[in-house]
T-cell receptor
Framework: DAKTTQPNSMESNEEEPVHLPCNHS???????IHWYRQLPSQGPEYVIH???SNVNNRMASLAIAEDRKSSTLILHRATLRDAAVYYC??????????FGTGTSLTVIP | AAGVIQSPRHLIKEKRETATLKCYPI?????VYWYQQGPGQDPQFLIS???????DKGSIPDRFSAQQFSDYHSELNMSSLELGDSALYFC????????????FGPGTRLTVT
């Protein structure tokens, strides 16, 4: 079941950084933090995941609070193609993902 | 790179009919997941399989069943269809390790009339 809280929607100007927050105050020590995004009429797409340390990949960065009760997905330069619903998901050693309500990101040209 | 393949992409059925959705995972992926996404809703986990055995069960109705075959493809069988079953059905695949990402297919849009 969903154990994360995200804002329903956010806006960003094109080519500016975007910080998408996620609260997960009940996270356990074995929960990994995953981020996925879903473009309209498409399947969810993996963005990034982490456990304790901040993570970077070609798509984004993930900043994890020291107490792990919150995290922030950072898109360094938003483009129009980044407009999507972004889901923050906690995953333990089980195989299922429980999607929360996600944040709908609008990128303004 | 090969992606997850789902068929059919669109399916229209009448109430009380049956439907079978198919999912072909990425080569060498041994774990398959099924999700249901109703209109304007978030994806809901239904069921998953690892090495042809059911590994986890979510909110899958009793009218639905699924299996994974020896070639790792999976089928979701849906019987006594109801109007509320109209949704996008996504299949995802992964390698069975604790934290690998899931790769989602394009989905099958099921419409029940």
């Amino acid at each position: 079941d969903a154990k994360t809280t995200q804002p329903n929607s956010m806006e960003s100007n094109e080519e500016e950084p975007v910080h998408l927050p996620c609260n997960h105050s009940t996270i356990s020590g074995t929960d990994y933090i995953h981020w996925y995004r879903q473009l309209p009429s498409q399947g969810p797409e993996y963005v990034i995941h982490g456990l304790t340390s901040n993570v970077n990949n070609r798509m984004a960065s993930l900043a994890i609070a020291e107490d792990r009760k919150s995290s922030t997905l950072i898109l360094h330069r938003a483009t129009l193609r980044d407009a999507a619903v972004y889901y923050c998901i906690l995953r333990d050693t089980g195989n299922q993902f429980y999607f929360g309500t996600g944040t709908s990101l609008t990128v303004i040209p | 790179a090969a992606g997850v393949i789902q068929s059919p992409r669109h399916l229209i059925k009448e109430k009380r009919e049956t439907a079978t959705l198919k999912c072909y995972p990425i080569p060498r992926h041994d774990t398959v997941y099924w999700y249901q996404q109703g209109p304007g809703q978030d994806p809901q986990f239904l069921i998953s399989f690892y090495e042809k055995m059911q590994s986890d069960k979510g909110s899958i109705p009793d009218r639905f069943s699924a299996q994974q075959f020896s070639d790792y493809h999976s089928e979701l069988n849906m019987s006594s269809l109801e109007l509320g079953d109209s949704a996008l059905y996504f299949c995802a695949s992964s390698l069975a390790s604790a934290v690998t990402e899931q790769y989602f297919g394009p989905g099958t849009r099921l419409t029940v009339t």
